[in-house]
């Protein structure tokens, strides 16, 4: 899993590569308007825009992706791993899944040469900051990936008023993703995990509450009641509760080996079980199941994976990309029984509905998830297989806004209302609604985009195409270098790539253009 890095961390780095810059470069030496160089111990990234050079830290601080092999839009550069955004001129990252900034230096041009000399102090950001008629005490619902995207923002905005966060989850806001990838296969540890250190919250006057269970909401007196505890007033409120697994109905679901992963204490719980499993069951072929299933096999556990449909991810990905994954998985040892469900679990005996039987020492489920919506419900907010929200991501109750992946939006790109379950977009929208929540009037815009890493194979996606009639692929599946256009009536719908990065920014940039790539 060659790209996946925990949030916002640094791993140990080989020399820094390419021309000590404060001895200065030529022009010539540019490729395509960047130069990769070095200032000390610290890898630098040049980027010619129009008439100006900036000279920027060379790696995303996402998962630590090549600056150098992404997009220049403007006055910012797109990572080409996870399409995080940084500002050219300040260092800040634009867009998530990136929180930090990177670093800056000064440039100057001498001769004809460029140089870079110190370090600058970090430039403060360009957008939009909280004014004084800012509400007195905003309270997020949720400690998942928009509800942490959102309290960074705030205080990033310079929001002085009081955040409170309150998280049923038991641990504090940890990188999601990473639970089904790296840490699972057990090549991360555990202080990757974490979206901020414990005492960021303290430090940015967050007052997060953990395991705190939100029973209703009063939109008319703007308060939330908590189970065990006194009512909390708000004046105004960002609902991010995310999404649940969807269990398993079958007898033997509820045996203390069968598990479903969303948290890190589920997480935590898989890999306790693995320790001692030679076989694992993972029921369903979803993104998550399947990423599940790569990192057992990193621990050399035997997996068998059971799903009904006939090819893994068709849905969403069609039949070659699907074909693709499983045969990647099986090169892999993962053994699949498609066509097929769990309909009891006998101890360790998993009965198909074929009548076949698989012993199995741990069970993970992945069979999907469904969005929280009981909170929004219980509120009275308008609904429709989520939570409806206009354009600034306000739901029908005034000074209510949802995020992340219970949000319905309209999105500019289809023209239709959507929901979502990615991270990106998640943390996407908490940063917007930060905005909106602070009276800045900002739209959301953003075209979705998620990401799957099986083994050494990423997978990147952008747009959103529920249907389609037509999959123009271009290059070699299987030779994993390939492209591939979902099209309804002659449109591009979503473009999903195998190591084609760049391409991939571009459909991206199209998209937010209100272009078909």
């Known amino acids: 899993m060659a790209q996946e890095q925990s949030q916002d961390q640094s791993q140990e780095q080989a020399p820094p590569r390419g021309p000590d810059l404060t001895e200065g470069v030529a022009f010539a030496d540019f490729v395509d308007g960047k130069l990769v160089g070095h200032v000390g111990g610290d890898e630098v990234l040049l980027i010619r825009s129009g008439a100006e050079v900036f000279a920027i830290g060379a790696h995303c601080t996402h998962y630590h992706g090549p600056l150098a092999d992404g997009l220049v839009v403007g006055d910012s550069v797109r990572c080409p791993w996870h399409h995080a955004c940084f500002d050219l001129r300040t260092g800040e990252a634009l867009r998530a899944p ?159 080996h069968v598990h479903t992963l969303r948290s890190l204490a589920d997480c935590r719980a898989i890999i306790e079980a ?95 998830v469904r969005p929280r919506l009981a909170l929004a419900e ?6 429709d297989r989520g939570v409806l929200v206009d354009a600034y991501l306000q739901t029908s109750a005034p000074g209510v806004y949802a995020a992340g992946d219970i949000a319905r939006w309209p999105d500019p790109y289809s023209a239709n209302a959507i929901r979502v379950e990615h991270w990106v977009v998640a943390e996407r929208q908490g940063q917007i609604a930060a905005a909106n929540m602070l009276g800045l009037a900002e739209r959301f815009e953003a075209v979705p985009f998620f990401w799957s890493q099986h083994y050494d194979v990423p997978i990147n996606y952008v747009g959103h195409a529920e249907q389609w009639d037509e999959i123009a692929a271009e290059g070699d599946i299987g030779g994993k270098d390939c492209l591939l256009r979902y099209k309804r009536g002659g449109r591009v719908l979503a473009v999903a790539s195998i190591f084609r990065d760049l391409e991939s920014l571009k459909a991206e940039l199209a998209m937010e253009q209100g272009t078909s790539p």
């Open 378 to 383: 219980q509120a009275g907010l308008k609904i």
């Open 98 to 256: 990136a929180l930090s900034p990177v670093a800056c230096w000064h440039v100057a041009e001498r001769d004809g040469r460029i140089f870079v000399t110190e370090k600058r102090e970090q430039p403060k950001p360009r957008g939009k900051s909280a004014t004084a008629q800012a509400p007195k005490q905003i309270v997020i619902v949720g400690g998942g990936a928009a509800g942490f995207a959102a309290a960074e923002m705030l205080r990033r905005r310079e929001y002085r008023g009081s955040i409170v966060m309150l998280s049923a989850d038991s641990a504090p806001p940890v990188d999601r993703p990473n639970l089904s990838k790296d840490y699972l296969a057990g090549s991360a540890p555990e202080d990757w995990l974490p979206l901020r250190p414990d005492d960021f919250y303290a430090d940015n006057g967050i007052e997060l509450r953990l395991g705190c269970d939100v029973v209703g909401i009063d939109c008319a007196q703007r308060e939330l009641r908590v189970a065990g505890s006194v009512s909390i007033a708000y004046d105004r409120l960002l609902l991010a509760t995310g999404a649940e697994p969807v269990r398993l109905s079958v007898p033997g679901a509820d045996q203390a």
């Open 274 to 368: 693995a320790k001692g499993a030679r076989r694992a069951l993972v029921i369903g072929a979803s993104f998550i199941g399947l990423e599940v299933a790569a990192s057992l096999r990193a621990r050399d556990i035997e997996v068998h994976v059971v799903a009904p449909e006939p090819r893994p991810m068709e849905r969403v990905l069609g039949g070659a990309l699907g074909d693709f994954i499983r045969g990647l998985h099986e090169q892999h040892g993962v053994v699949f029984h498609l066509g097929e469900t769990v309909t009891a679990l006998d101890g360790r005996r998993a009965v198909l509905k074929s009548g076949a039987v698989l012993e199995a020492d741990l069970v993970v489920v992945g069979i999907g």
